[in-house]
């Protein structure tokens, strides 16, 4: 199933379980969550739960279609012997519409280099799924005013294998890598500088392709700090680790 999430601009609210939560809890989660937070047209929900899990969200979001699920990674090739891995294929025929490429963890502690997320982010394309490409400083790069240098290569390298066309079907999320995990969040202004740079960059690359590309903030995010991150400028929706795993301060964060 191929989704198209540019269509109308409303913010994306993205969990990312991480190494969370088996089908047991997730089903637990989501009946929590699904009574507390109501289908609303103007947000867009997205939940990232450990692949094993996502059959479980999927059979609970049977009467729920407004939400949509993604795995965390994929391997780029379609199939073979890879053992451990997840192709972007099987992940797609699992029920996934989404997946997240070269998060902070994926690059730092597991290695995974500019020209593999390049890989990923094709394979995820041909097999339907939506890419979300994560991009992010290290906290001695910000340091040395690397940056926008950092986040441009990570993006340019990351998008390289896709058309123009192709790429206007993505989504970004900018996650400094200091403010995953940390409780260090980027002030709404620090992450409103590198999203506008982001966007330019996407422009710059895909032209017109990039003018609506939803770029997420992500790194911290919780019930307290989400409605200014949202309200910056340039911001179109974040992308929740931590916070994300309790299933009321989740739906308290998504009726935000
Ligand atoms: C993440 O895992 O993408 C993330 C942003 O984590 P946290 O919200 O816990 O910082």
């Known amino acids: 199933m191929t989704v198209s999430p540019n269509a109308p601009r409303s913010p994306i609210f993205a969990a990312n379980w991480k190494m969370n939560s088996g089908p047991s809890e ?11 937070y109501a289908r609303r047209p103007d947000r867009t929900v997205l939940i990232f739960p450990p692949a094993l899990s996502l059959a479980a969200v999927r059979d ?16 780029w090739e379609a199939k073979g012997a ?33 020209e593999q997320t390049a890989k990923k982010c094709a394979a ?13 400083e290290k906290l001695e790069e910000r340091e040395r005013g690397e940056t926008e240098t950092v986040v441009v290569r990570q993006l340019r390298a ?7 066309a192709q790429i206007a079907d993505v989504l970004i999320a900018y996650e400094p890598v200091w403010a995953i995990g940390t409780g ?35 790194g911290s995010v919780n019930a307290q700090n989400v ?16 916070a994300s795993l309790d299933a009321e301060g989740w739906a308290t964060i998504v009726r935000s």
Do not use: W
Request: aromatic letters at 4%.
């Open 60 to 75: 609970a979001l049977r009467e729920r279609t407004d939400i949509l699920t993604g795995v965390q990674n994929i391997h």
């Open 124 to 136: 995820a394309v041909a097999a339907g799924l939506v890419p979300m490409l994560c991009v992010g």
């Open 158 to 164: 990351g998008l390289a294998a896709l058309s123009n």
């Open 184 to 218: 260090r969040t980027a002030t709404p202004a620090d992450a409103s500088a590198v999203h506008v740079a982001i966007r330019a960059e996407l422009q710059n690359v895909a032209g017109e392709h990039g003018r609506a590309i939803p770029i997420l903030y992500g």
């Open 227 to 242: 409605r200014s991150l949202l309200d910056a400028k340039g911001v179109d929706g974040v992308l929740v680790g931590g």
């Open 26 to 36: 997730a089903r637990t989660f989501m009946r929590v969550f699904l009574t507390r």
């Open 82 to 114: 890879f053992t451990g891995e997840i192709s972007a294929p099987i992940a797609a025929d699992a029920g996934a519409t989404h997946v997240l490429v070269g998060h902070s963890e994926r690059r730092h502690v597991f290695g995974e280099t500019d």
